[in-house]
């Protein structure tokens, strides 16, 4: 009978087992998926901003069907990400707090530094001193983790606060210290934004023919790169240096060239800047006609996006709220295939824990009597504890009250001390100040003032010997 319940329980155990490295092999493939989806959409974010979300929307999908808590947060970040290159600042900040939420959750520190970069760096052009505080708590993390990659991006990033706070001489050094990071990483794209950043900050140094040529090779490598964002950005910059050089066709040349790739990337943002130089160079020019009907064309677009961006946050707001009753929805499948699960293991090896809970009766029977045993050998020892401490209580308040009389007879001495100070001392010293006053005015006899004085001093010191005996003589309770 026990060789059979013995063989049903090793059968038990291999089922189950089985199912487990099938179930484990089969999550291991859905999560590298997460993984790769979220890796493709992250790599878009400079061509494609719309392939970065979406990308993350799928990675989101699938991770929330494996409760995979890392590819949540990671998609969530990722989709902020490509909101952010959108310039979709809200919807940004939104999934950036799921991405910090969830990675909280799964105990990713580092998750949540490259969080605080991302919204450190979403805050750049809203709010300095908040992105510098956010920045510092990712670069604080990732040099704690000794992460270099991440060290690197959010040294870069320091650097961009301090260009936009003209601090270019900080912006450099942090520039500097990014570029040394990112040249052992062989980060070719992020060396081309420094590049191109410390290219920016000598153009607002107006040392434009530098400028001209440190923007120059930034443009030509993030084309080998397909770096459209950042070559949209590039010639921005180019143009205004050509517009302030007077080389106004070049101006030209690199203004239409940049619209063209800020509406390729769908950067409403990068397209009015451009807007606004094409106005610079109109102006310039003196084609004020021009110039006027530009800043005409501003007005208009400046006054639609006031009302896009309302109708945008009042739809963030619907979106944010399907997005919670969606997450409470998942929440809730999550726990149903938690539970099928659960009643799929108790059906594989009910029959072995029924073998188990028969067994740990018999064993439970045989434990009882020795527990008994162990408990009555404990309440002995903690009735003994109990009387020591009785004993140490006992003992405690004997010092303390021996303490406090103590004290009390201290207290009485120096309130007495006080006392005898001002009558018994000030005396003879009231004397002495009278005698010195009768001294001057010639009202007494030298000699005799200097009898008297003695006199006084020796029943000062008298009483300050006899103060000091009383204070320090443990028998003597009184100054009486």
Known sequence: MKKAYLIILFLTAALARVYAEAAMEFASQDTAQVNLLNKQGFKSRMTDHDETIKKAEQALELAKKLNYINGMAEAYRVMGVGEAYANHEAKAIANYSYALSYFRKAGNTLGQAKVYNNIGNLYLTIDYDQSLDYLEKGLTIAQSLHDTKLIAYATLNIGNVYLRKKNFSLALEYYTKSQQLLTQLNDQANLTICLQNTGVIHYKLKQYDKAEEMLLKAHEQARLQDQNTTIG??????????????????????????????????????????????????????????????????????????????????????????????????????????NDRVKFWWAVSGSGLLLVVIALLIGNVKRKAKTNFRLTELNSEVSRQKDNLDRINHHLEEIIDERTRDLQIKNKKLSEYSSYLSHQIRGPIATLKGLMNLEKEGLVDEKECISMMNKCVSDIDEKIIDMTDILHDPKRTSFQ
């Open 233 to 338: 950005i590039t010639d921005l910059t180019l143009s205004s240096i050509y517009i302030e050089k007077k080389d106004y066709d070049k101006a030209r040349k690199f203004l239409d060239e940049g619209i063209a790739f800020a509406q390729v990337t769908k950067d409403e943002k990068l397209e009015a800047d451009f807007s606004y130089n094409s106005y610079q160079l109109e102006l310039h020019r003196k084609n004020y006609e021009r110039a006027v009907a530009i800043l005409h064309t501003i007005y208009e677009r400046d006054s639609t996006l006031q009302k896009s961006t309302l109708s945008s946050d009042l739809t963030l707001m619907q979106q944010q709220h399907d997005q919670q009753e969606k997450q409470r929805e998942s929440e809730l499948i999550i726990e149903r295939q938690k």
